[in-house]
């Protein structure tokens, strides 16, 4: 069982930054690949970033490549977003999500493919 605590959310300008933060419990974090997704209101939960358990292998949404940079620190059982030029488009709830490895293949950007969520941390930008 993983508990996923986000935090780092709040309100910016166009073109301003924020990094958000996941916090897991537990003594295996490294054994968890993490996903970021985010959802606004009428729309349903996209996508964003994609991070393996070691941190090497990452994965962008088209929207947020070159823009958004998902890191993960194991020795803290925390995985960030760091997002910089946002945009109004960007505004949603943004949340974290975790699949344990080494369970067969999976589909990194499907939301059905992640195990456990966090209660999500709100992003807004203004124009």
């Known amino acids: 069982q993983v508990q996923l605590v986000e935090s780092g959310g709040g309100s910016v300008q166009a073109g301003g930054s924020l990094r958000l933060s996941c916090a897991a419990s537990g003594r295996t974090f490294s054994s968890y690949v993490m996903g970021w997704f985010r959802q606004a209101p009428g729309k349903e939960r996209e996508f964003v970033a994609f991070i393996s358990g070691s941190g090497i292998s990452t994965t962008y949404a088209d929207s947020v490549k070159g823009r958004f940079t998902v890191s993960r620190d194991n020795a803290k059982n925390t995985v960030y977003l760091q997002m910089n030029s946002l945009k109004p488009e960007d505004t949603a709830v943004y949340h974290c999500?975790?699949?344990?490895?080494?369970?067969?293949?999976?589909?990194?950007?499907?939301?059905?493919?992640?195990?456990?969520w966090g209660q999500g941390t709100q992003v807004t930008v203004s124009s």
């Open positions: 999500a975790a699949r344990p490895n080494g369970r067969g293949s999976y589909v990194p950007y499907s939301t059905m493919a992640y195990d456990y």
